[in-house]
Nanobody, 121 residues
Framework: QVQLVESWGGVVQAGGALRLSCVASGRTLVNVDRGWYRQAPGKEREFVAMTRWTWRGYTSDYDDFAKDRFTISRDNAGNATYLEMNSLKPEDTAIYYC????????????WGQGTQVTVSS
């Protein structure tokens, strides 16, 4: 069984930065997609960013709100995923969830428990 643990959320002023971390345990995950979603109060969970495994290497994609401010990265050796967030805005306030997608005939998804990010104005 795989467990994902997010950390390094917190409270930051508008314009500030945070770097979230997600570490997987249970087994080494290779050739998988790793990403982040978020859920703001009263809203549905939404996509933030993902790094996807391909035969040619890894690709990254972002939702429009994250493209110029957020950077996703991964450390396969350490079984970790990171999300660097800059120029944070109050509307970025949400619980941020880590996700791992294992491609295959029957896709498997693992979710972390989430880490709170609060951006004050």
């Amino acid at each position: 069984q795989v467990q994902l643990v997010e950390s390094w959320g917190g409270v930051v002023q508008a314009g500030g930065a945070l770097r979230l971390s997600c570490v997987a345990s249970g087994r080494t995950l290779v050739n998988v997609d790793r990403g982040w979603y978020r859920q703001a109060p009263g809203k549905e969970r939404e996509f933030v960013a993902m790094t996807r495994w391909t035969w040619r290497g890894y690709t990254s994609d972002y939702d429009d709100f994250a493209k110029d401010r957020f950077t996703i990265s991964r450390d396969n050796a350490g079984n970790a995923t990171y999300l660097e967030m800059n120029s944070l805005k109050p509307e970025d306030t949400a619980i941020y969830y880590c996700i791992v997608h294992v491609p295959g005939p029957v896709p498997v998804y693992y979710w972390g428990q989430g880490t709170q990010v609060t951006v004050s104005s």
